[in-house]
């Protein structure tokens, strides 16, 4: 499975910006997808995932009413919509694969994105 991830950039605080994360190869109909996000020294934190077949999303506490994951199984990709942006949500964001199962755990995920920045500025 190769993750090809973007939409990232500068947007002020209160703002919004949507990643996508298209999905190529070969892909498992099972899959969970999930978005994760880290800054400099510190462990990548997971963001939100949702699960391919069934469409299950679950979320990060901090990020609930904000943060809406979803996907479009024509395009194969997975989105996620960032409102209400915050300082401290500034980060690099990756999309990750792994084959079944929900997970806020990064070391589970199988596959990664290469990561797309946010910034955002006061």
């Known amino acids: 499975v190769q993750l090809q991830a973007s939409g990232g950039g500068l947007v002020q605080a209160g703002g919004s910006l949507r990643l996508s994360c298209a999905a190529s190869?070969?892909?498992?109909?099972?899959?969970?997808m999930g978005w994760f996000r880290q800054t400099p020294g510190k462990e990548r934190e997971f963001v939100a995932g949702i699960t391919w077949s069934g469409g299950m999303t679950y979320y990060a506490n901090s990020m609930k009413g904000r943060f809406t994951i979803s996907k479009d199984n024509a395009k194969n990709t997975v989105y996620l919509q960032m409102n209400s942006l915050k300082l401290e949500d500034t980060a690099v964001y990756y999309c990750a694969a792994r084959m079944w199962g929900l997970s806020r755990d990064s070391t589970e995920y199988n596959y990664w994105g290469q990561g797309t920045l946010v910034t955002v500025s006061s």
């Open positions: 190869g070969r892909t498992f109909s099972d899959r969970v």
